[in-house]
């Protein structure tokens, strides 16, 4: 019987936080908030309003497999359109009333006694605290959501606009301006080409660490295939199950296989040669093989390079920003209207005061040297947190699977909490990490690593299917339960026989296939 009583918690309204609150409700609980500081759902596709934003991922695969649409426009889709389908999903499952805008979690305190988190939150609007309790946090928060601006001396005196490709102001007027884009990821390589054909622009791209550049996968839909997708059975679901295997397809190719790796840098360097003009390609060409940082796939960056109105710099250069421009090594003064920073965003420090049994997570985090967590998802010390896009998860959402397997227990009363054990904790990270040093992201600095050059606290050395593989079943002895029927969470409680567990393992690879 599930509780009324036991309530959870979740930390953000974007696709993870609403993919929580869908298999909540999907199990038949109900007693749930989500804590969204903004006053809008959508996270990362609600904040980056940067002209040219889009999906680099196939949209038929980067959406709920529970809310398919069969009527994108692109085939990596952009922001706004991503934005919209998430307020829609929203809609379709009833998830608006669970949902507290403009609600911005300050901390969360773990109580041993009481068995819950007491959490401190802020209005936004008036500043006002409250507190409120839950059982259960589900943290999604986004790892790619606080902007990380230049650490250029200076930068503060400049007299213009400064803005951040995730702070971006749609209502400034480029038209006529001199604009200055810092940093080359995949946020200012989507920005420059568009900003580039604004009326009277003068763009000046600054490149410090030169990234690979692949052609990009966006075209429109023609409205035939639009057409089959709406009418044909099972269609966009077939679609979506074939992107899925290019994708893992691509794992191999480019992070496990050398040979083909080679082959794609071979490929990739010619793209890029042929494609931009030939002045460029010492600010261009990278020292670290393809996969080290996340590919930035070309919507027109390396083609705007030959415009007239286009000018790329070395971004090493710059030694400081003064009221009027960019002052670069060489003392030349380059004068600018606006600075447009696609500098990133803070990925190794926890947002909010998360206090559980000893310490805080920060503290947890600054004693691991960065973000370390069991499946990406449980922390020890910490009972009944629970993060989504958590550590080194960087592969989707399959950590729903597991946090399912926990919240389902405590909702049903059968026990107060889970804590993953130290040990547990200890084993997986070393195992992950000694899996990651055999691969390509430790040949370079990305923001996947902690300071951009310390542990990788990111990726998880698998594919997909591979991360799901690891959290479709809990190992009950890598947790503490404390409760009523905790004896029953324990691998010799359950006693499952091997035949049950091919079936059930059967059963879940049939809905997984479905499913996905
Ligand atoms: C420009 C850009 C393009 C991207 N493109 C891709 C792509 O093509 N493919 C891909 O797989 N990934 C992509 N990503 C990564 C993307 O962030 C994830 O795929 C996914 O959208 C993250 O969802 P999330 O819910 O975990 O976090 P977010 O979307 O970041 O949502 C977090 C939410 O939590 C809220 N929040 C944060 N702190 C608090 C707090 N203290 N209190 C209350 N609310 C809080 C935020 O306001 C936000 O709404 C991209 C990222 C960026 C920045
Ligand atoms: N769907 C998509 O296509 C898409 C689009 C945008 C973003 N994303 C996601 O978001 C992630 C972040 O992308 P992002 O482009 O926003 O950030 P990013 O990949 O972290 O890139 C930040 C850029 O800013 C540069 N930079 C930082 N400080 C600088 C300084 N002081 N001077 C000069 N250059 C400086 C960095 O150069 P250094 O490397 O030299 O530090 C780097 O080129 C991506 O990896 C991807 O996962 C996806």
Redesign the pocket.
């Known amino acids: 019987m599930h509780s009324k009583n036991r309530s959870v918690v979740i ?8 993919a929580a609150a869908i298999a909540l409700k999907k199990h038949g609980y109900e007693n749930f908030m989500i ?4 006053f809008d ?8 309003k940067y002209p040219g ?5 196939s949209i038929h695969y ?1 959406s709920l497999s529970t809310d398919l649409k069969d009527d994108w426009d692109h085939t ?1 889709e952009f ?1 706004y359109n991503i934005h919209a389908y998430t307020k829609d999903i929203v809609a379709k499952n009833n998830l608006t009333s669970h949902i507290l805008f403009g ?4 901390s969360a305190t773990w109580d041993a006694t009481s068995q819950s988190y007491t959490i401190t ?1 802020e209005d936004v609007r008036s500043q006002k605290l409250s507190v409120l309790e839950a059982n259960i946090v589900i943290s ?6 606080v902007p990380r601006y230049p650490n250029i001396p200076g930068l503060n005196d400049f007299s213009g606009p400064i803005m951040h ?2 702070k971006w102001d749609t209502n400034l007027d480029l038209r006529g301006k001199k604009i200055a884009v810092i940093g080359n990821g ?2 200012a390589c989507q920005l420059v080409p568009y900003v580039a054909k604004t009326e009277g622009v003068q763009l000046t791209h600054f490149v410090r660490t030169r990234n690979w550049i692949l052609p990009a996968m966006v075209a429109p839909i023609h409205r035939y295939w639009k057409w089959a997708f709406r009418h044909i059975p099972f269609l966009t679901r077939l679609f979506r199950w074939t992107m899925f295997w290019v994708f893992e397809a691509s794992f191999y190719l480019i992070f496990k296989m050398a040979t083909t790796r080679a082959f794609l840098m071979k490929a990739g360097k010619k793209f890029m040669n042929d494609t931009a003009p030939k002045k460029y390609r010492g600010l261009l060409e990278p020292s670290f093989p393809l996969g080290c940082r996340r590919i930035v796939f070309d919507s027109g960056y390396l083609a705007s390079l030959h415009r007239p109105n286009v000018d790329l710099k070395e971004g090493g250069d710059i030694v400081s920003v003064d009221s009027t421009g960019i002052i670069m090594k060489t003392g030349e003064k380059l004068p600018f209207d606006v600075i447009a920073c696609g500098t990133g ?1 803070v990925t190794d420090k926890f ?2 005061h998360l206090r559980g049994r000893e310490s805080t997570i920060q503290e947890f985090y600054d004693k691991h040297d960065g973000p370390l967590a069991y499946l990406g998802t449980t922390v020890p010390g910490f009972p009944n947190f629970f993060m ?2 958590g550590p080194n998860t960087a592969t ?1 959402y399959t950590s729903l699977l597991h946090i399912m397997q926990l919240v389902k227990p405590i909702l049903d009363n059968e026990v107060t909490s889970f804590e993953v054990t130290p040990k547990a904790n200890d084993d997986y990270n070393k195992g992950l990490q000694s899996k990651l040093n055999d691969m390509v992201f430790s040949f370079c600095s990305s923001w996947y690593r902690a300071g951009h050059n310390g542990r990788n606290v990111s990726i998880f050395p698998g594919s997909a299917l591979q991360f799901w593989w690891a959290c479709r079943k809990i190992d009950w002895s890598h947790y503490v339960a404390v409760g009523p029927n905790a004896a029953k969470f324990s691998n010799s409680g359950l006693g499952f026989v091997p035949i049950l567990s091919a079936v059930v393992l059967s059963a879940s690879m049939l809905w997984w296939t479905l499913g996905n």
């Open positions: 930390v953000g309204a974007g696709f993870g936080g609403i804590l969204e500081k903004a759902v959508g996270g990362t596709w609600r904040e980056n934003c889009t999906s680099d991922v980067y990596c922001a609600v911005k979690v300050i939150t999604a928060h986004g790892i790619l959501h490709t995730a995949g946020s965003f947002p909010y989504i896009n989707g």
